[in-house]
């Protein structure tokens, strides 16, 4: 009798422990650093070294170096946007934890870009879903295109950003997956 009492006390004391680590988002705070992908050593295209010739991807959507800053409200994303004929502030993004719209303006190359984003939890994931409007080049008509972008860690100094975008302009939909090493 003692022992079935001493087991569900245990058993209850865990449950309990597991449901409130469950509660607690991840926190996804830090400087972060991205991981370029492995590959094949002297793998290069045509005539130039391989550093060079490598096959790029669209990454995460944000730079190679990332600050990352969040509180039960918000998450900030922070990066440096460089090139050689902008000069730019470091740019800053905020998005609202709770589910409600967020709005970002970038002012890069041809004016001001409205982005209207909202965040979610799904699990330990965090899903940032932003919509970007432009117009379409063949035909001055304004586009939307949706991007998806999953946060998670891997461990406490990984961080992976998966990134899927919407197809547009009859193209095909596209998915990458970033890896950032926390600093």
Request: glycine share 8%.
């Amino acid at each position: 009798m003692k022992r079935d009492a001493r087991t569900l006390c245990v058993t209850a004391i865990l449950l309990a422990a597991s449901s409130a680590s469950a509660q607690t988002p991840t926190d996804f705070s830090g400087k972060w650093t991205v991981v370029p992908p492995a590959s094949a050593p002297g793998v290069s295209m045509g005539s130039a070294p391989p550093a060079l010739s490598a096959t790029g991807t669209m990454g995460s959507g944000w730079g190679a170096d990332l600050t990352i800053t969040q509180d039960p409200v918000v998450l900030t994303v922070q990066y440096t946007y460089y090139h050689p004929r902008e000069v730019q502030p470091p740019l800053r993004f905020t998005y609202l934890l709770n589910g409600a719209t967020s709005r970002n303006t970038v002012n890069i190359g041809r004016g001001a870009q409205e982005q209207v984003s909202t965040a979610s939890w799904r699990g330990q994931t965090l899903a940032i879903t932003t919509t970007h409007m432009f117009l379409n080049p063949q035909n001055g008509k304004t586009m939307t295109s949706e991007t998806t972008q999953l946060l998670s860690l891997e461990s406490p100094i990984s961080l992976v950003i998966e990134t899927t975008r919407s197809a547009v302009l009859g193209g095909t939909s596209s998915t990458t997956r970033t890896s950032h090493r926390k600093n």
